[in-house]
Protein backbone atom coordinates (compact mmCIF):
# COMPACT_ATOMS: atom_id res chain seq x y z
CA UNK A 1 0.00 0.00 0.00
CA UNK A 2 1.12 3.46 -0.50
CA UNK A 3 2.22 6.44 1.76
CA UNK A 4 0.25 9.26 0.49
CA UNK A 5 0.93 13.10 0.50
CA UNK A 6 -2.42 14.94 -0.13
CA UNK A 7 -2.23 18.72 -0.47
CA UNK A 8 -5.53 20.15 0.00
CA UNK A 9 -6.88 17.48 1.14
CA UNK A 10 -9.71 19.07 3.41
CA UNK A 11 -11.86 20.56 0.93
CA UNK A 12 -14.86 18.66 -0.97
CA UNK A 13 -12.63 16.71 -3.45
CA UNK A 14 -9.84 15.83 -1.20
CA UNK A 15 -12.07 14.72 1.33
CA UNK A 16 -14.08 12.15 -0.49
CA UNK A 17 -10.61 11.23 -1.91
CA UNK A 18 -9.40 10.31 1.63
CA UNK A 19 -12.22 8.38 2.29
CA UNK A 20 -11.39 6.19 -1.19
CA UNK A 21 -7.53 5.54 -0.92
CA UNK A 22 -7.76 5.06 3.10
CA UNK A 23 -10.75 1.75 2.21
CA UNK A 24 -8.30 0.79 -0.38
CA UNK A 25 -5.49 0.48 2.40
CA UNK A 26 -3.54 3.16 1.65
CA UNK A 27 -1.76 5.54 4.99
CA UNK A 28 -2.89 9.29 4.31
CA UNK A 29 -1.37 12.76 5.09
CA UNK A 30 -2.81 15.56 4.76
CA UNK A 31 -1.47 18.97 4.55
CA UNK A 32 -3.80 21.59 4.63
CA UNK A 33 -5.04 25.04 6.51
CA UNK A 34 -4.71 24.70 9.69
CA UNK A 35 -8.36 23.84 11.57
CA UNK A 36 -9.51 21.83 8.29
CA UNK A 37 -9.26 18.57 9.22
CA UNK A 38 -12.51 16.20 8.21
CA UNK A 39 -13.97 15.15 11.50
CA UNK A 40 -14.49 11.73 10.04
CA UNK A 41 -10.96 10.61 9.59
CA UNK A 42 -9.16 12.27 12.79
CA UNK A 43 -9.56 9.15 14.43
CA UNK A 44 -8.63 6.70 11.43
CA UNK A 45 -5.31 5.05 12.03
CA UNK A 46 -3.97 5.41 8.85
CA UNK A 47 -4.60 9.13 8.84
CA UNK A 48 -2.53 12.47 10.13
CA UNK A 49 -3.26 15.67 9.77
CA UNK A 50 -0.29 18.44 9.17
CA UNK A 51 -1.39 21.90 9.23
CA UNK A 52 0.16 24.44 7.01
CA UNK A 53 -0.15 26.75 4.00
CA UNK A 54 0.84 26.20 0.50
CA UNK A 55 2.73 29.52 0.31
CA UNK A 56 4.66 29.07 3.04
CA UNK A 57 8.00 27.33 2.07
CA UNK A 58 8.66 26.03 5.85
CA UNK A 59 5.61 24.22 6.05
CA UNK A 60 6.01 22.77 3.31
CA UNK A 61 9.15 21.48 3.96
CA UNK A 62 8.05 20.40 7.49
CA UNK A 63 5.32 17.80 6.02
CA UNK A 64 8.13 16.71 3.61
CA UNK A 65 10.52 16.21 6.46
CA UNK A 66 8.03 14.28 8.79
CA UNK A 67 8.31 10.72 6.74
CA UNK A 68 9.09 9.43 2.91
CA UNK A 69 5.69 9.42 0.70
CA UNK A 70 4.98 7.01 -2.59
CA UNK A 71 2.62 9.63 -3.76
CA UNK A 72 1.87 13.31 -3.89
CA UNK A 73 -1.60 14.32 -4.79
CA UNK A 74 -2.06 18.08 -5.73
CA UNK A 75 -5.47 19.44 -4.97
CA UNK A 76 -4.72 23.34 -4.01
CA UNK A 77 -5.83 26.27 -6.04
CA UNK A 78 -7.06 29.43 -5.05
CA UNK A 79 -8.58 30.49 -7.67
CA UNK A 80 -11.63 28.95 -9.64
CA UNK A 81 -12.74 29.63 -13.58
CA UNK A 82 -14.19 33.17 -12.85
CA UNK A 83 -11.16 34.48 -11.16
CA UNK A 84 -9.53 37.80 -12.83
CA UNK A 85 -5.95 39.59 -13.25
CA UNK A 86 -6.05 40.56 -9.72
CA UNK A 87 -6.51 37.35 -7.90
CA UNK A 88 -3.93 35.62 -10.41
CA UNK A 89 -1.43 37.92 -9.98
CA UNK A 90 -1.73 37.93 -6.30
CA UNK A 91 -2.16 34.38 -5.28
CA UNK A 92 0.64 33.54 -7.97
CA UNK A 93 2.84 31.94 -5.00
CA UNK A 94 -0.01 29.71 -4.20
CA UNK A 95 -0.43 28.49 -7.62
CA UNK A 96 2.49 28.89 -9.98
CA UNK A 97 5.40 29.56 -6.88
CA UNK A 98 4.43 27.05 -4.62
CA UNK A 99 4.73 24.08 -7.41
CA UNK A 100 8.23 24.60 -8.06
CA UNK A 101 8.79 23.85 -4.28
CA UNK A 102 6.82 21.05 -4.28
CA UNK A 103 9.12 19.56 -6.41
CA UNK A 104 12.17 20.42 -4.69
CA UNK A 105 10.48 18.70 -1.71
CA UNK A 106 9.50 15.94 -3.11
CA UNK A 107 13.49 15.20 -5.21
CA UNK A 108 14.57 15.67 -1.18
CA UNK A 109 12.18 13.23 0.29
CA UNK A 110 12.92 10.51 -2.50
CA UNK A 111 9.10 10.76 -3.76
CA UNK A 112 8.70 10.38 -7.72
CA UNK A 113 5.08 10.50 -7.98
CA UNK A 114 2.84 12.90 -8.34
CA UNK A 115 -0.56 13.29 -9.75
CA UNK A 116 -2.04 17.31 -10.13
CA UNK A 117 -4.99 18.27 -10.55
CA UNK A 118 -5.49 20.27 -13.74
CA UNK A 119 -8.62 21.20 -15.60
CA UNK A 120 -10.92 19.10 -17.89
CA UNK A 121 -12.59 22.32 -19.25
CA UNK A 122 -10.59 25.37 -18.97
CA UNK A 123 -7.27 23.99 -20.27
CA UNK A 124 -9.24 23.01 -23.52
CA UNK A 125 -10.93 26.36 -23.76
CA UNK A 126 -12.56 27.30 -27.04
CA UNK A 127 -10.52 25.37 -29.27
CA UNK A 128 -13.69 24.26 -31.46
CA UNK A 129 -13.94 20.21 -30.32
CA UNK A 130 -17.32 18.95 -29.12
CA UNK A 131 -15.50 16.48 -27.61
CA UNK A 132 -11.79 17.15 -26.00
CA UNK A 133 -9.14 14.28 -25.97
CA UNK A 134 -6.48 14.34 -24.41
CA UNK A 135 -3.68 15.85 -27.32
CA UNK A 136 -6.67 18.12 -28.75
CA UNK A 137 -5.32 21.75 -28.74
CA UNK A 138 -5.15 23.75 -25.48
CA UNK A 139 -6.66 27.19 -25.20
CA UNK A 140 -7.50 28.46 -22.23
CA UNK A 141 -9.04 31.18 -22.06
CA UNK A 142 -9.36 32.30 -18.38
CA UNK A 143 -6.40 33.27 -15.76
CA UNK A 144 -7.67 30.18 -13.96
CA UNK A 145 -7.00 27.90 -17.11
CA UNK A 146 -3.87 29.50 -18.24
CA UNK A 147 -2.29 28.57 -14.19
CA UNK A 148 -3.24 25.15 -14.54
CA UNK A 149 -1.34 24.52 -17.96
CA UNK A 150 1.40 26.30 -16.71
CA UNK A 151 1.63 24.13 -13.61
CA UNK A 152 1.18 21.34 -16.59
CA UNK A 153 4.14 22.45 -18.45
CA UNK A 154 6.39 22.56 -15.63
CA UNK A 155 5.80 19.17 -14.40
CA UNK A 156 6.69 18.19 -18.06
CA UNK A 157 9.45 19.64 -17.63
CA UNK A 158 10.21 18.11 -13.85
CA UNK A 159 9.92 14.77 -15.51
CA UNK A 160 12.52 15.04 -18.40
CA UNK A 161 14.92 17.08 -16.04
CA UNK A 162 14.63 15.63 -12.40
CA UNK A 163 12.88 12.30 -13.22
CA UNK A 164 9.74 13.32 -11.13
CA UNK A 165 6.87 11.15 -13.13
CA UNK A 166 3.93 13.09 -13.17
CA UNK A 167 0.50 12.09 -14.26
CA UNK A 168 -1.60 15.24 -15.09
CA UNK A 169 -5.58 14.52 -14.30
CA UNK A 170 -8.41 16.57 -16.10
CA UNK A 171 -11.59 16.32 -14.34
CA UNK A 172 -14.72 17.37 -15.66
CA UNK A 173 -17.16 18.97 -13.45
CA UNK A 174 -17.56 17.00 -9.72
CA UNK A 175 -20.56 17.43 -7.41
CA UNK A 176 -21.92 15.15 -4.95
CA UNK A 177 -21.72 14.94 -1.14
CA UNK A 178 -19.78 17.40 0.91
CA UNK A 179 -19.77 20.21 -2.24
CA UNK A 180 -20.55 23.75 -0.93
CA UNK A 181 -24.42 24.60 -1.42
CA UNK A 182 -23.84 28.17 -0.85
CA UNK A 183 -20.59 29.09 -3.33
CA UNK A 184 -19.46 30.95 -6.39
CA UNK A 185 -18.98 27.10 -8.37
CA UNK A 186 -20.23 23.61 -8.72
CA UNK A 187 -23.80 24.11 -10.97
CA UNK A 188 -25.75 21.29 -9.12
CA UNK A 189 -25.02 21.94 -5.85
CA UNK A 190 -25.88 25.79 -5.92
CA UNK A 191 -28.62 24.82 -7.50
CA UNK A 192 -29.82 22.81 -5.09
CA UNK A 193 -28.59 24.68 -2.30
CA UNK A 194 -31.16 27.87 -4.16
CA UNK A 195 -33.93 25.10 -3.61
CA UNK A 196 -32.93 24.42 -0.09
CA UNK A 197 -33.20 27.99 0.76
CA UNK A 198 -36.51 29.10 -1.11
CA UNK A 199 -34.89 30.79 -3.48
CA UNK A 200 -34.10 31.35 -7.26
CA UNK A 201 -31.28 29.72 -9.01
CA UNK A 202 -29.57 32.16 -10.85
CA UNK A 203 -28.01 30.85 -14.60
CA UNK A 204 -25.34 33.04 -16.50
CA UNK A 205 -26.11 33.04 -19.94
CA UNK A 206 -29.56 31.24 -21.67
CA UNK A 207 -28.78 27.55 -20.36
CA UNK A 208 -27.84 26.18 -23.43
CA UNK A 209 -24.04 25.72 -22.35
CA UNK A 210 -23.13 22.16 -22.11
CA UNK A 211 -20.81 20.44 -19.48
CA UNK A 212 -19.49 16.79 -18.23
CA UNK A 213 -20.64 16.61 -14.48
CA UNK A 214 -19.02 13.52 -12.69
CA UNK A 215 -20.38 12.21 -9.38
CA UNK A 216 -17.14 12.47 -7.05
CA UNK A 217 -17.31 8.99 -5.98
CA UNK A 218 -16.51 8.35 -9.45
CA UNK A 219 -13.75 10.66 -9.92
CA UNK A 220 -12.68 9.43 -6.39
CA UNK A 221 -12.36 6.15 -7.55
CA UNK A 222 -10.33 7.64 -11.20
CA UNK A 223 -7.43 8.94 -8.82
CA UNK A 224 -7.57 6.07 -6.56
CA UNK A 225 -6.86 3.68 -9.51
CA UNK A 226 -4.11 5.78 -10.99
CA UNK A 227 -2.25 5.32 -7.54
CA UNK A 228 -1.99 2.00 -8.07
CA UNK A 229 -1.23 2.13 -11.84
CA UNK A 230 2.15 2.02 -12.94
CA UNK A 231 0.95 4.89 -15.29
CA UNK A 232 3.62 7.84 -15.69
CA UNK A 233 4.60 11.01 -17.20
CA UNK A 234 0.69 10.84 -18.95
CA UNK A 235 -2.23 13.10 -19.07
CA UNK A 236 -5.79 11.66 -18.46
CA UNK A 237 -9.64 13.68 -18.63
CA UNK A 238 -11.58 12.15 -15.95
CA UNK A 239 -15.48 12.59 -16.62
CA UNK A 240 -18.44 10.89 -17.87
CA UNK A 241 -17.83 11.41 -21.98
CA UNK A 242 -21.79 12.91 -22.25
CA UNK A 243 -22.85 16.29 -22.11
CA UNK A 244 -26.06 18.05 -20.24
CA UNK A 245 -26.72 21.38 -21.14
CA UNK A 246 -27.64 23.85 -17.97
CA UNK A 247 -31.22 23.38 -18.76
CA UNK A 248 -31.23 19.97 -18.70
CA UNK A 249 -30.09 19.88 -15.54
CA UNK A 250 -32.24 22.43 -13.92
CA UNK A 251 -34.90 19.80 -15.13
CA UNK A 252 -33.21 17.32 -13.69
CA UNK A 253 -33.23 18.93 -10.85
CA UNK A 254 -36.65 20.19 -10.48
CA UNK A 255 -37.74 16.32 -11.19
CA UNK A 256 -35.82 14.85 -8.52
CA UNK A 257 -36.70 17.51 -5.82
CA UNK A 258 -40.63 17.90 -6.94
CA UNK A 259 -39.72 21.85 -6.05
CA UNK A 260 -39.23 24.80 -8.78
CA UNK A 261 -38.22 28.23 -7.11
CA UNK A 262 -38.05 29.89 -10.34
CA UNK A 263 -34.88 30.36 -12.79
CA UNK A 264 -33.27 33.71 -13.34
CA UNK A 265 -31.30 33.72 -16.31
CA UNK A 266 -28.00 36.66 -16.17
CA UNK A 267 -26.38 37.95 -18.86
CA UNK A 268 -23.57 35.13 -20.36
CA UNK A 269 -19.49 35.70 -19.35
CA UNK A 270 -16.46 35.27 -21.80
CA UNK A 271 -15.52 32.57 -19.62
CA UNK A 272 -18.10 30.53 -20.13
CA UNK A 273 -17.80 28.47 -23.16
CA UNK A 274 -20.33 26.96 -25.13
CA UNK A 275 -19.66 23.27 -25.10
CA UNK A 276 -16.84 20.99 -23.54
CA UNK A 277 -17.52 17.05 -22.92
CA UNK A 278 -14.08 14.92 -22.43
CA UNK A 279 -13.31 11.82 -24.10
CA UNK A 280 -12.50 8.57 -21.41
CA UNK A 281 -11.39 6.35 -23.74
CA UNK A 282 -7.83 6.74 -22.51
CA UNK A 283 -8.38 6.24 -18.19
CA UNK A 284 -10.62 3.72 -18.89
CA UNK A 285 -8.42 1.45 -21.60
CA UNK A 286 -5.56 2.29 -19.20
CA UNK A 287 -6.98 1.55 -15.61
CA UNK A 288 -10.70 -0.24 -16.45
CA UNK A 289 -12.30 2.48 -14.34
CA UNK A 290 -15.70 3.43 -15.28
CA UNK A 291 -18.01 6.04 -14.28
CA UNK A 292 -20.56 4.43 -12.72
CA UNK A 293 -22.99 6.72 -10.96
CA UNK A 294 -25.83 8.19 -13.34
CA UNK A 295 -26.54 11.94 -13.43
CA UNK A 296 -30.60 11.67 -12.12
CA UNK A 297 -29.58 8.89 -9.66
CA UNK A 298 -26.30 10.94 -8.49
CA UNK A 299 -28.67 14.37 -8.13
CA UNK A 300 -31.14 11.98 -6.03
CA UNK A 301 -28.46 10.68 -3.84
CA UNK A 302 -27.07 14.71 -2.57
CA UNK A 303 -30.63 15.86 -2.27
CA UNK A 304 -31.47 13.21 -0.45
CA UNK A 305 -28.21 13.45 1.93
CA UNK A 306 -28.61 17.55 2.10
CA UNK A 307 -31.70 17.09 3.95
CA UNK A 308 -30.50 13.86 6.06
CA UNK A 309 -27.20 15.46 6.99
CA UNK A 310 -27.31 18.93 6.07
CA UNK A 311 -23.91 19.93 8.25
CA UNK A 312 -22.16 17.91 5.52
CA UNK A 313 -22.64 21.11 3.19
CA UNK A 314 -21.83 23.95 5.75
Not at 32 to 61: C, E, K, M
Not at 86 to 99: I, K, Q, S, W, Y
Not at 272 to 290: R, S, V
Request: proline content about 4%; aromatic content about 10%; some cysteine.
Amino acid sequence: MARLLILGGSGFIGSNLIGVTLNAGHTITNFDRPGTSPDQFNAHIAYRFVPGYLNDNSHLRNVFNQEPYDCVVHLVSSLIPSSGYDEFFNDRDVNLTACYEIVKNMMNNGCRKIIYFSSGGTVYGNNGKEINHESDDLCPQTYYGYSKLAIEEFLKFSSRTHDINHLIVRPSNPYGSGQNLFGKQGLISVALGKILQNQPIEIWGDGHVIRDYLHISDLSHAISALIDSKEKNEVFNIGSGVGHSVNQILDIIHNVTGLNTGVVYKPSRPVDIPLNILAIDKLKQKTGWQPRVDLKNGIALLWKEMQLNPQRFN
